[in-house]
T-cell receptor, first 113, second 114 residues
């Protein structure tokens, strides 16, 4: 069985500050891990993914995430927040080679001017 | 490349009425998914199609929900009769079915049941 936990349903950061959104997962098999972003009234868009190989994954819009197996974590970071980063972010986990993904409950990021 | 198309974007109905949502996936994508996203929650998979066959419908409330993908391209999700707790955004997604693991989502259909 798999599950994913996103700590913090709402996160506020100042413009230019570090963004850190937390995701912990459980999986009995090697997982695929994803971060998706959802802007208001839009569908989900892939930010980045980990499947195999390098554990530090770079995505779009300056975001990156690191797969830490020992901590069962896949936290999302961005060095400097922009106003346009305000959105809801979802972490997802699935068994490698399948598309049976479990999504977290989401973290709404607010960027303060 | 055109994205995943969904309609209608918004629908308001009374409980016990019926509603249908339509999805056209990205051209060539063999796999199509319907997700339910209730306010404050992450998307939950309702049904997955591979071409025109059902791969997984274990979380589809079959007493009221039905879905089809007759020609292996577009798909319809129907709810009959609707309940208040069906108020949600219904997201359609597609994937090529091999390799990348990425899902491509449509903008969703927001259902309000009164």
């Amino acid at each position: 069985a798999q599950s994913v936990t996103q700590l913090g349903s709402h996160v506020s950061v100042s413009e230019g500050a570090l963004v850190l959104l937390r995701c912990n997962y459980s999986s009995s098999v090697p997982p695929y891990l994803f971060w998706y972003v959802q802007y208001p009234n839009q569908g989900l868009q892939l930010l980045l993914k980990y499947t195999t190989g390098a554990t530090l994954v770079k995505g779009i819009n300056g975001f990156e995430a690191e797969f830490k197996k020992s901590e069962t974590s896949f936290h999302l970071t961005k060095p400097s927040a922009h106003m346009s980063d305000a959105a809801e972010y979802f972490c997802a986990v699935g068994p490698s080679g399948t598309y049976k993904y479990i999504f977290g409950t989401g973290t709404r990021l607010k960027v303060l001017a | 490349e055109a994205g995943v198309a969904q309609s209608p974007r918004y629908k308001i109905i009374e409980k016990r009425q019926s509603v249908a949502f339509w999805c056209n996936p990205i051209s060539g994508h063999a796999t199509l998914y319907w997700y339910q996203q209730i306010l404050g929650q992450g998307p939950k998979l309702l049904i997955q199609f591979q071409n025109n066959g059902v791969v997984d419908d274990s979380q589809l409330p079959k007493d009221r929900f039905s879905a089809e993908r007759l020609k292996g391209v577009d798909s319809t999700l129907k709810i009959q009769p609707a309940k208040l707790e069906d108020s949600a955004v219904y997201l359609c997604a597609s994937s090529p079915g091999t390799g990348t693991g990425e899902l491509f989502f449509g903008e969703g259909s927001r259902l309000t049941v009164l």
